[in-house]
């Protein structure tokens, strides 16, 4: 096993215990044998195809606040977007997006006086690079793949060889609960709401899944670990705080006199999974302010890719603060809609086509709807003939954008029956709100660079432990 200076630079940026993890694993072999992770292996995590990384992450508390600096300022951007550029016309929003303007209407829906809901779950993803951490992509959405590495914690220190690597060290971790922090924040903005008046003290919040049906085995143990946790978390609130957490599809709400009810329970919060798609009944009752909705049809304009060419594109703007250009600057790399025109590049104002065929290898092109790495082509691994044949689809399309190759650090991950190689990284980062909630890593072997870093693709997840320093 070798740590050659680059790896080890690398893993020296996320925290002193991962390079240590390094050493551990160069010292004892056994860390090496994927059939000493067996515990990992077919691990039910209810949300398609995920392949775990036998070996964890750990970064330092320095590395988490640059991953949070770096995804709630971004997060807060992209939320600012609809008022900020287009003040919210829908017309000028469906030109820019492709959208039909009759969709930019009811995606505008949950928007009050050009402010996007506060009440907002997203993740973004990020490569971390020599120029620093970038951001590919945001999705504004609560059917985020990676929810189940909460579970995970303890499957992993349950592992022998990262038992012993904990006990060797003494580690202590930092990680909070990514579904506490998501219970505090709701309550935060549903108690003063719905628990003073006339109210009682009664929060019901309802998680609504295409095609849910009740009482299924594979889903009745989650529910009941979600609904404990919903539970103690009303508790801390103190006082007769009470509440359940319901799961349910659409179908099985009722709308009464602009209430929303589940078999005869009041529901104050709803999480739609349905990527924004929620019925007029439900938006009636938001609109009349008695129900708090968790993502609702915003989720679709905000996780569209070209939010980050605007981004981009207006870096030097006067609509943004000196900070917001700084944060632009820093996260978000050189992203453009694929339009005829010139724009700004390496600081000279170029024809956009030009430096699509000139940097092809310098560049991504990729759907602005796109989902799962479907239809992203990467330059340096696409011949010259694809591109051509790609660059004039999406200028006919309108609705794909082109963005600067950010190339990950290269890691050290178990790989194979027996031993390691290098991968690299794509870190999935919460934001809820405005509040940091956590973060995993999709990880892809070099040698398969070629691919995009995604679940889909092939790549595992690995759990991140935050570490005290």
């Not at 995804?71 to 017309?91: T, Y």
């Not at 506060?118 to 993803?125: A, F, H, I, S």
């Not at 700004?344 to 989902?371: C, Q, T, Y």
Request: aromatic residues 12%; glycine residues 8%.
């Amino acid at each position: 096993m070798k740590i050659t200076e680059e790896i080890r630079l690398a893993h020296e940026k996320l925290s002193d215990l991962s390079i240590s993890f390094l050493e551990f694993a160069n010292k004892y072999p056994e860390s090496l044998i994927r059939s000493n992770y067996n515990s990992l292996t077919g691990l039910d995590l209810k949300s398609g195809p995920t392949y775990l990384q036998p070996w964890p992450t750990f970064i330092d508390q320095r590395m988490k606040r640059r991953l949070e600096e770096a995804a709630v300022n971004v997060f807060n951007l992209i939320k600012s977007i609809p008022g900020r550029f287009f003040g919210c016309d829908a017309e000028m929003i469906s030109k820019y997006f492709e959208v039909p303007e009759s969709t930019i209407r009811k995606q505008l829906a949950g928007v009050v006086d050009g402010q996007c809901p506060m009440n907002l779950l997203g993740r973004g993803d990020f490569i971390y690079s020599p120029s620093g951490l970038k951001c590919l992509e945001f999705n504004a959405t609560s059917t985020l793949g990676g929810w189940e590495t909460v579970f995970l914690e303890p499957v992993y220190l349950n592992i022998p060889v990262i038992s012993k690597f904990f006990s060797e060290h003494d580690i202590k971790t930092c990680n909070r609960n990514l579904f506490s922090i998501l219970f505090e924040r709701i309550l935060d903005a549903a108690v003063p709401r719905f628990c003073s008046g006339n109210f009682d003290n009664e929060i019901n919040v309802a998680i609504v899944t295409p095609g849910y049906k009740e009482g299924l085995d594979d889903t009745r143990e989650a529910e009941e670990y979600l609904n404990r946790l919903y539970r103690k978390t009303l508790s801390i609130k103190g006082g007769n705080m009470r509440g359940d957490l319901l799961f349910c599809g659409f179908s099985h709400l009722d709308t009464v006199d602009d209430y929303i009810f589940y078999k005869g329970k009041t529901i104050h919060v709803l999480i739609e999974r349905h990527l924004g798609d929620v019925p007029g009944d439900i938006m009636g009752v938001f609109s009349a302010g008695n129900i708090l909705l968790y993502n609702g049809p915003i989720s679709r304009l905000l996780s569209n890719k070209l939010c980050l060419a605007l981004l981009s594109e207006n870096e030097d703007s006067d609509v943004f603060s000196k900070e917001e250009r700084e944060t632009i600057k820093n996260y978000i790399p050189w992203t453009r809609k694929i339009v005829p025109g010139y724009t700004s590049f390496k600081g000279e104002w170029k024809k956009l086509e030009d430096i699509i065929f000139s940097e092809r290898e310098n560049l991504v092109i990729k759907p602005a709807e796109g989902l799962g790495g479907e239809d992203v082509y990467i330059g340096c691994n696409t011949s010259a003939a694809i591109w051509k044949e790609m660059v004039k689809i999406a200028s006919v399309r309108k609705k794909w954008l082109v963005q600067e190759y950010v190339e990950s650090f290269s890691y050290l991950y178990q790989a194979g029956e027996v031993g390691c190689a290098e991968h690299n990284a794509v870190w999935g980062i919460y934001v809820f709100d405005s509040q940091y909630a956590g973060t995993f890593l999709r990880i892809l072997l070099v040698k398969n660079s070629t691919d995009v870093i995604n679940s889909r693709r092939g790549a595992e997840e690995t759990p991140v432990f935050e570490v005290e320093e």
